[in-house]
């Protein structure tokens, strides 16, 4: 069940994989993974919100103190649930005509 249950306008999923690179003196290089595991994260832009819009917004980033806490996110992608935490430095608002709209980044967590 989701956590995260606000209006989006539109999501992003990023999908990768954490792979080293190392480039050598002659133009070579040599890939592997650091891990086994998949990369998963979201970048997520709010509709036009009123300032009562606005406030959930900001009370749901403050109420997991930003990148502290893990919530539960469901993907418009793929109907699954992920647990994720906002992206550090990532929660913008734009104000513009009237409107607030907030950007943010998700990284999902536990893979």
Do not use: W
């Amino acid at each position: 069940m989701a956590d995260f249950t606000l209006a989006r306008e539109k999501v992003e999923e990023v999908f990768d994989y954490p792979v080293l690179i190392t480039q050598f003196s002659d133009g070579s290089e040599q890939r592997r993974l650091a891990h086994a595991g998949k990369i998963i994260s979201f970048h997520v832009v709010s509709p036009a919100l009123t300032s009562t819009g606005y406030a959930a917004y900001r009370s749901h980033f403050v109420g997991q103190t930003g990148p502290l806490t893990a919530f539960n996110f469901v993907n418009p992608n793929d109907g699954l649930t992920y647990s994720c935490r906002y992206e550090p430095g990532s929660f913008r608002t734009r104000f513009a005509g009237g409107y607030r709209v907030c950007e943010f980044d998700f990284v999902v967590v536990n893979l």
